[in-house]
């Protein structure tokens, strides 16, 4: 026995060498490794997910969990920014380019792509046997050219999708932005009625369709990343049959049984905050591939729950908290001490937003609040003074600094032309290093700075109300925990008030604006470019996902933080227009990622680092800092047995 403990602390010791610092590094999504093979249907042999020794079988029908918080609010793909609807929905659709499992972009929908021009025309060449299919399966229409015409269309309407997904193309294609507020300004059902074949979209919009498997792009600059955006949201596409077959607003409400598909899977079982079933299409144009039977989704009211039903053999996965996580660990007799595998960093960056335009439950300016977080020095205050390393321990006790995140921008997404990593010169410019940003001493200073410049303008202790589900008992331990961070900077300072919704927190805590701050949220690149995680914080800019949905930005009235939030703009603005290099262009949105830092105008939080219980080998799926991939149930290696620690070790060195 005290071989095999011995044998997982070295294993252990090993994960935390590679993970110092979040993993530190990572490869340039440029220059990805080969696709690992996927599972073959070689019976007793050994496959790639299976390592030497191994008699398991992979799993043909897969079970995984969502919580019940984050349960689907549409169907509808392109009215939509959240992972966990994505996650799904992206399944069920095909993107023009994939990744490999190291994140290089591989075909999809398109054969071949590229550009004659730097960046300023586009042409993506088509498959010819990809067909949308109904939720049973039968064959709707070919999926050509034109579909991408009428996706554009649909999410440059505003009418029609309410801005939703359109900042990418308004940024990015020529012609975008002026359809966007041709159709804004236009009589509702005017709009409502119009279609990419329509003289107004054709001529205005630089997209051409020369036949049915040719698309061209015509870019308002030059954009060298363009082709990342193919496997982005912004760039699906969506047969005009459907909508005519729908209407506008039947397409807005589409379910699992009227939405169409021409991805690996169709949902063919849906119940409310119950489960998802998600079926292999056998019309899926990559015959190559290894999909499930079925993938099950099912929701769980608490995360807790999901670890007994993984021991209970009734998922294939689960994230571990920290009190089983402990359990397990100092335990070498437990059951399942040796399966303890640590999850492969995703590309989401956490951060803290802050409300900069609180009301009151009654609907009313809570203006306590709002002249708090006004005020530069009670941001910084919180800045410097969180010790977030117990939040990390809920997730990773083992090596919770290592879930410390400093940056924004997710680390790994970029690199400048001599190999550094994006994130490191937004770190070098804030003179901060991990490890260094909590400073109670520095805290202090702000802190007595902020009572004092507030002083006459605010009641202390300043109130923070902290949103949380009412039915998640762990949402209710981690607030717990955030709230003895937030208090240490002292009560007679600021509180931190525990407060539950029901059933939606956007309907019910952040369209009523009720939240001080979000603490948490995550965002993940869309392609590979710092402005695809500068874009969400823009003030001004319609579609802007944190500024309409979480900070309220567009409606700040003080002064001076409307002067530092409108600098940050149009640094990130400007950078945006650098296209003579690279390097320049990264060097642009570093001194404006830093500004945002610098004011404290958001806090960067963590990297979700946990640990798990798995049959799924993270190492063979799609991997990349950007896109929709990391959750498409795609050549997925699994193991009916489980994974244990031992050959997850090999997996990731094998990834190296």
Known sequence: MKQKTARLMALLLAALMVLTACGGGGKDTGNGGESTPSVGDGGGETTPGQPEGSKSEPIKDLVTYQTQANEMETFLIFYNDTTSTLDVLSNCLSFLVEVDTQGKLVPGIAKEWGTDDNGLTWTFRLRDDVTWVDVDGNEKAKCVSQDWCTAMEWMLNFHKNDAVNSTLLRQMVKGAEEYFQTVKDMDKDAALALKATDDLFKNTVGIETPDDYTIVYHCSKNVPYFDSMGASTAMLPLSQAQVDELGVEGLRAQD?????????????????????????????????????????????????????????????????????????????DHEWHDYLVENRTPKHSYQIHFNFVKNNPDGTPDTNWNNAVANEAFRKSLYYGLDLTNYWKRTNFINPTGCENLTFTKRGLCYFSDGREYTTRVMELLDLDYGERYNAELAQQYKEQAMQELAGKVEFPIQIDHYISGSNQSALDGATVIKEIVEALGTDYVQLNIETYTSSARQEVYVPRLHSWNFGNGWGGDYADPETFMLQMLYGVEGAYYVENYNNANDITDPVLLEQYTTFTKMAQDASNVFDSLDNRYEAYAQAEAYLLDHALVIPCHHSISWQLTKVNDYSKMYAMFGRFNGVYKNWETSTEGYTTEQYEQFKNAAQ
């Open 256 to 332: 699992n049984t009227t939405m169409w598909y021409n991805g690996p899977y169709r949902i063919t079982e849906f119940v409310q905050n119950n489960s998802k079933v998600l079926t292999k299409n056998d019309a899926y144009w990559d015959k190559d591939c290894t999909l499930f039977d079925t993938v099950t989704v099912l929701m769980v009211d608490d995360p807790l729950n999901a670890q007994t039903m993984f021991m209970n053999g009734e998922l294939d996965t689960c994230t571990l908290s920290e009190s089983n996580l402990r359990t397990i660990y100092d335990n070498p």
